[in-house]
């Protein structure tokens, strides 16, 4: 974990050498919080897509959710929602679990000028998600795309950090038992509709401090980071 920690701040400098858009060189520029920072001061955007599919070399970001947590707080003024206008039609599934129709995804931001949107927020931050490996998929595929880097970011998943106590306990995982819906339920959280990006990244944010109700001490950010 040192070894990937030393291995991002390597990758900061190292992209900062070459020329890159504002928003990019300001998130290089700013220093990420260090690894003993305990997560009281860390600042966190906890973030969602909803996407056409799984495989993001294949499907396209539908829409983006993003809110903020800093001191144990979720921040909502300053939440953000952009609904992403893509080129493929949508299918009456789609349409179905999102509630995105085509005049409103039609409606919606360019990818690129969403994208743009969501990194003015990111300097100094660690993303904060549900099943990480959705968001960060897509994430790195879209600056990829339009900024011709990958950004080191860092990243906390609510998911990982249910499986890691869950193993510890060596208690068994049922099926579908680790769907933000669900921990939410077994953590006595609200209710929420799902599949709206901004509702599923508050309903993360809210999860993880419930999750870190449950641990005794204190939390650094080390001990919550993914290992992926």
């Known amino acids: 974990m040192f070894a990937q920690w030393r291995s991002i701040e390597a990758q900061q400098r ?69 609904i992403v206008r893509i080129d493929t039609p949508l299918c009456e599934k789609s349409v179905t679990i999102h509630q995105i129709t085509h005049d409103r995804m039609e409606a919606g931001a360019a990818l690129q000028d969403a994208l743009h949107e969501l990194l003015q927020q990111l300097p100094g931050k660690v993303l904060l998600v549900h099943c990480a490996a959705i ?25 990982e950090l249910e499986r890691r106590r869950l193993d510890k306990g060596f208690t068994p995982v049922q099926v579908n038992r680790l769907r933000l819906a669900n921990l939410r339920n077994d953590y006595h959280l609200p209710r929420y509709g799902g599949h709206n990006a901004l509702e599923d990244a508050i309903a993360t944010a809210e999860l993880f401090l419930a999750l870190m109700a449950q641990r005794n001490g204190q939390v650094l950010l080390r001990d919550v980071l993914c290992k992926s």
Not at 14 to 40: C, F, G, N, S, W
Not at 41 to 56: P, Q, W
Not at 135 to 159: M, S
């Open 135 to 159: 968001e960060q998929g897509f994430l790195h595929a879209a600056i990829k795309k339009y900024y011709g880097c990958k950004l080191p970011i860092l990243w906390v998943d609510t998911l």
């Open 14 to 82: 190292a992209l900062l050498q070459k020329q890159h858009p504002q928003v990019i060189k300001t998130y290089l520029e700013t220093p990420l919080p260090t690894r003993k920072t305990p997560i009281d001061e860390v600042e966190f955007l906890s973030l969602d897509f909803e996407t056409t599919g799984l495989d993001a070399c294949k499907e396209a970001i539908l829409s983006i959710g993003y809110t903020h947590l800093r001191a144990d707080r979720v921040i909502l003024k300053g939440s953000g929602h952009q």
